[in-house]
């Protein structure tokens, strides 16, 4: 168990003096997480709520962010073609959110646990890169993670996201385990999440307020809201942490 007010007050404390570089921080881990994921490099859409003789003029493509619509005139001629982008720009997707944003979304995420105890350095966001066990190891543990919540989430989507509350310590358990292999760190974030799922997603829902203020200055808010939900969300794992190793929750001994 923890106390919401206390984690918060933590993270307002270390933002209070070290405010500019987690924002800077929070930022790239947003584009990692949330931002490049969503940029539609290339898709193809089909509106199927419209009869099926109009399928083709409903249809949109989206090439580098931008979307064309009503290009059934060039489907007959570039249908295969548009079909072999698509499929390889899904396989791009995945390796470099396999090999490249999960890694670097941890090295973030670890950077604002370390920030809390005044030992970050921009150097430990890079850190999986070092060595390729390093990377090997973060990109497994990522994919991993990423394929049991999708899993779950086929049954239906509650089951998905009480998958990724039992994931929500994966990042910071990567660096600070470096013994344990993926599956270990994965059971390990499992257990100490057990009992707290929904005290974590209280915990997300405390920031509601804030997502709406960021919302209605057209998101432009939301980034100066993010350094303090990361932060937060550190603290929150270092407690967990502290007290699951001490013993002092009932699930846990």
């Known amino acids: 168990m923890f106390v919401r007010a206390e984690l918060k007050r933590r993270a307002k ?28 490099i290339f898709s193809v859409n089909f509106n199927f709520g419209v009869p099926t003789s109009q399928w083709l003029d409903a249809m949109t493509i989206t090439l580098l962010g931008k979307t064309y619509v009503g290009l059934s005139s060039l489907w007959g001629l570039f249908g295969p073609l548009v079909l072999m982008y698509t499929l390889l720009s899904v396989a791009v997707a995945v390796l470099l959110r396999l090999v490249v944003f999960n890694p670097l979304g941890f090295g973030v995420m670890n950077y604002f646990k370390r920030a809390a105890t005044d030992e970050e350095n921009v150097n430990d966001v890079f850190r999986s890169f070092n060595q390729w066990e390093e990377l090997k190891r973060a990109a497994l543990t990522g994919f991993w993670r990423d ?31 470096p013994d344990l292999d993926p599956q270990q760190i994965l059971a390990l974030s499992q257990e100490m999440t057990q ?24 998101n432009i808010g939301t980034y100066f809201i993010h350094p303090y939900i990361y932060q937060t969300d550190a603290e929150c794992y270092l407690e967990v942490r502290s007290q699951y190793y001490g013993g002092m929750h009932e699930n846990w001994d």
């Open 195 to 218: 009992g707290i799922k929904l005290d974590l997603f209280v915990l997300d829902l405390s920031f509601f307020l804030w997502y709406v203020l960021g919302a209605i200055t057209f």
């Open 147 to 177: 394929l049991k919540v999708f899993l779950y989430s086929l049954l239906l989507i509650i089951p998905g996201i009480v998958k990724s509350y039992s994931y929500r310590f994966v990042p910071y358990l990567t660096e600070d385990e």
């Open 13 to 40: 404390e270390v933002l209070s003096r070290k405010y500019l570089k987690l924002f800077a921080a929070a930022l790239v881990l947003y584009w990692l997480t949330d931002g490049i994921p969503n940029f539609k």
